[in-house]
């Protein structure tokens, strides 16, 4: 498995949870790393990308200002820190890889496994 995703659970409104991608298993660096999410019925969407290279973060709208992504590059992981969870935010989120980023939308292009995030009271 190249990119292994963990941290989901249940939480209530309002919680936080932090989210991480284990990416060792990548041969080449990506042009980004971050995660996408598909809610139940829903398409994919993105959530947010943070550049391998100069680490700039890009965020969809409705997640500015709550989630927060990092990486830590010893140790070839990235992080989602979430925090001010909503019932909307109720999702399997996937790790990926991106190539580009056009107007803060991340261009995935490899995934692994997701790992399930449920808010609710």
């Known amino acids: 498995v190249q990119l292994q995703a963990s941290g989901g659970g249940l939480v209530q409104p309002g919680g936080s949870l932090r989210l991480s991608c284990d990416a060792s298993g990548l041969s080449l660096v990506p042009n980004y790393l971050g995660w996408f999410r598909q809610a139940p019925g829903k398409e994919r969407e993105g959530v947010s990308c943070i550049s391998s290279s100069d680490g700039s973060a890009h965020y969809r709208d409705s997640v500015k200002g709550r989630f927060t992504i990092s990486r830590d590059n010893a140790k070839n992981t990235v992080y989602l820190q979430m925090n001010g969870l909503k019932p909307e935010d109720t999702a399997v989120y996937y790790c990926?890889?991106?190539?580009?980023?056009?107007?803060?939308?991340?261009?995935?292009?490899?995934w692994g496994q997701g790992t399930l995030v449920t808010v609710s009271s």
């Open positions: 990926a890889t991106a190539y580009g980023v056009i107007a803060d939308n991340c261009l995935f292009d490899t």
